[in-house]
T-cell receptor, first 109, second 116 residues
């Protein structure tokens, strides 16, 4: 099956710092999404981004489909950004998402 | 965007009993829903694909007789954990998408199951 690798696995930032999370995938994909899982387990959809660049406030994401990677940028991090960030890909339309192992982010005051 | 409602949010049950988890698509029809399981500090693993009006498709290693999936309508899929044991304690979460909409998958809020 398709491999989804995320890096780094863990990240500690001081409030206000910027960070870049990376997602590499092993095959062409129909869809790529970034999620933030909060402490209660809920998955918040951050970006639907099979290709190109999107921005939403302090967050932005870029997917280079031809090179099979995606990046999630967090700027001016806040303590509320803490949690686990997952990258997930859909191999073909209608297939389930395959998740990476996630990046666990802790933002300290 | 698509909204998926899942309940209960958490449940504690005794070993040997069964637990039913519901997942509803709100304001859209979902012919397919996916069920995932997440153990602590791990990623989400696909358990099964739920198809309206037909049998579910289970991933390798998932016992279909233990995890019963019913997708009787276009807006409701249920997962029943039968004869639950402590090792079934986990976080269960469903997802669906609006067909043809370029917005990806939406997830329910998840169900934390504890078997004692």
């Amino acid at each position: 099956g398709i491999q989804v690798e995320q890096s780094p696995p863990d990240l500690i930032l001081q409030e206000g710092a910027n960070s870049t999370l990376r997602c590499n995938f092993s095959d062409s994909v129909n869809n790529l999404q970034w999620f933030h899982q909060n402490p209660w387990g809920q998955l918040i959809n951050l970006f639907y981004i099979p290709s190109g660049t999107k921005q939403n406030g302090r967050l932005s994401a870029t997917t280079v489909a031809t090179e099979r990677y995606s990046l999630l940028y967090i700027s001016s991090s806040q303590t509320t950004d803490s949690g686990v960030y997952f990258c997930a890909v859909e191999l073909n339309s209608g297939y389930a998402l395959n998740f990476g192992k996630g990046t666990s982010l802790l933002v300290t005051p | 965007g698509a909204v998926v409602s899942q309940h209960p949010s958490w449940v504690i049950c005794k070993s040997g009993t069964s637990v039913k988890i519901e997942c509803r698509s709100l304001d859209f029809q979902a012919t397919t829903m996916f069920w995932y399981r997440q153990f602590p500090k791990q990623s989400l693993m696909l358990m099964a694909t739920s198809n309206e009006g037909s049998k579910a498709t289970y991933e390798q290693g998932v016992e279909k007789d233990k995890f019963l999936i019913n997708h009787a309508s276009l807006t409701l899929s249920t997962l029943t954990v039968t004869s639950a044991h402590p090792e079934d304690s986990s976080f269960y979460i469903c997802s669906a998408s609006i067909e043809g909409a370029k917005e990806g998958y939406t997830f329910g809020s998840g169900t934390r199951l504890t078997v004692v």
